[in-house]
């Protein structure tokens, strides 16, 4: 398939304003024109009633080798990438050791290469191993090929340290990710502290951990005129800070997960450790909050916040159970179900905070369709119904908060570089792209 026409979509690439029903014509791996001849190829991929965009970018994936390949390694969170649209994805460095070498970027490289899936950028290590203490060796780390830095879920307490990674990072205009979170606060927290974790006698982590870290970062972005993406937010006063800093020229982007956006604290009735994640489920009126943000620009990015955890591990007692949940899979279905066929959002505007936007967090030539551009595109099945199943799942773990449940929306075929890497009649990823 060296050359081929996508034949009768709907095209929507969010980075050109485009929204109509178009022939793509594709060669040689990459974007050859739009409104192409209907019989301009001889392979012709059929796309009547679908919608056809850019391939998805993940601004954070857990993809757990080296050190945890009992939740995931790097080839299965490969194939849940492109299970759910994603031709692009950055992975953190939360690995056992730590990305914080230019040998562990380039391990991570040669597995993805070898998976032949979908692209996986590496975010390396602010800090030596993780700890806060010491700033790795960043330059070094750009040159073997590192996007960005973060100490993935562990939050950057060491404000010192934060601010001249902000100013180093400068130099290589790469970003800082950092998870807001004032663990001092939340520590030993199971849930988000509220009536419902009174209720069920669960410890709390209140809002404000992730509020006063916020401010903080806040505070040392404008300082130093670096460059940060807020990873993970839940909370209506963090997202309302990010706003207002936005209105004064900081330099910020940030996140959410689609459980944050779809599902409340109410959920941890169930004790079920699927919906144990950090930062936790929130109560209603930050859950409105987030989604807000998203309408009016405070949040620029949908991320799956993919943290496979093996079911023996989630299947401890909740105080005990370890924090995370898949995400690749069902982020396309979360937000069709809950935003789009809402009416939340659009399409257009969905579809921009799962493309271009993260693609130009990360500085990535990504999430877009222009002419000349690689040819990662997925197409989606806009009204198609489907149960998250976890024995469907390509991923290797199935800690999902959406188990069970219906979502309209799904991915039916990923692209990466023209060769079919996902096609869901086939109930498959493959590396070969046949």
């Not at 300082?223 to 937010?233: F, P």
């Not at 949040?299 to 496979?308: E, K, L, N, T």
């Not at 937000?335 to 399409?347: E, F, N």
Request: aromatic share 4%; with cysteine; proline share 5%.
């Amino acid at each position: 398939m060296n050359r081929f026409v996508v034949r009768g979509g709907r095209v929507i690439d969010p980075a050109q304003a485009e929204d109509r029903i178009t022939n793509l014509l594709i060669e040689n791996g990459r974007v050859a024109d739009w409104d192409a001849d209907a019989n301009a190829a001889k392979v012709v991929v059929e796309a009547a009633g679908k919608i056809v965009a850019p391939g998805f970018v993940d601004t954070h994936v857990q993809l757990r080798e080296p050190g945890e390949e009992g939740d995931e390694t790097i080839e299965t969170g490969c194939r849940a990438a492109v299970a759910g649209g994603y031709a692009s994805i950055a992975c953190l460095p939360n690995t056992d050791p730590p990305v914080d070498t230019p040998a562990g970027v380039q391990f991570i490289q040669q597995r993805a290469a070898r998976a032949d899936l979908c692209n996986v950028f590496v975010l390396a290590c602010v800090s030596k191993d993780r700890q806060g203490e010491q700033l790795a060796e960043m330059g070094a780390l750009v040159e073997a090929g590192a996007v960005g830095f973060t100490d993935a879920a562990s939050p950057i307490c060491n404000s010192e340290l934060l601010r001249r990674a902000l100013q180093y990072a400068l130099m290589f205009d790469k970003p800082i990710l950092n998870r807001p979170e004032a663990v001092e606060l939340s520590q030993g927290g199971v849930m988000h502290e509220g009536l419902t974790s009174l209720i069920l006698g669960l410890a709390g982590m209140p809002a404000d951990a992730e509020d006063v870290m916020t401010g903080r970062d806040l505070r040392l972005v404008e300082a130093t005129g670096g460059r940060m993406h807020l990873l993970s937010l839940s909370s209506a006063v963090s997202v309302d800070s990010v706003r207002r800093a936005k209105k004064r020229g900081v330099r910020v982007t940030a996140e959410v997960h689609p459980h944050h956006f779809a599902l409340t604290d109410e959920s941890l009735r169930s004790f079920d450790a699927n919906f144990k994640v950090n930062p936790p489920l929130r109560s209603p009126e930050h859950l409105a909050a987030c989604i807000e943000g998203l309408q009016d620009g405070a949040i620029d990015v949908i991320s799956s916040g993919h943290a496979p955890r093996a079911a023996e591990k989630k299947a401890l007692e909740i105080d005990r159970a370890p924090f995370g949940a898949v995400g690749l899979e069902t982020t396309l279905g979360v937000v069709a179900t809950y935003l789009i066929h809402t009416g939340s959002l659009d399409w257009p505007a969905a579809l921009e905070k799962m493309t271009i936007n993260p693609a130009q967090v990360l500085g990535l030539d990504r999430g877009h369709l222009r002419v000349g551009a690689a040819a990662d595109f997925v197409i989606i099945a806009p009204q198609a119904r489907w149960k998250v199943n976890a024995e469907a799942f390509c991923s290797k773990s199935a800690n999902s908060p959406f188990l069970g449940m219906e979502l309209q929306g799904r991915v039916e075929k990923t692209f990466v570089g023209g060769v079919l890497k996902f096609d869901l009649n086939c109930n498959r990823a493959t590396a070969s792209g046949n």
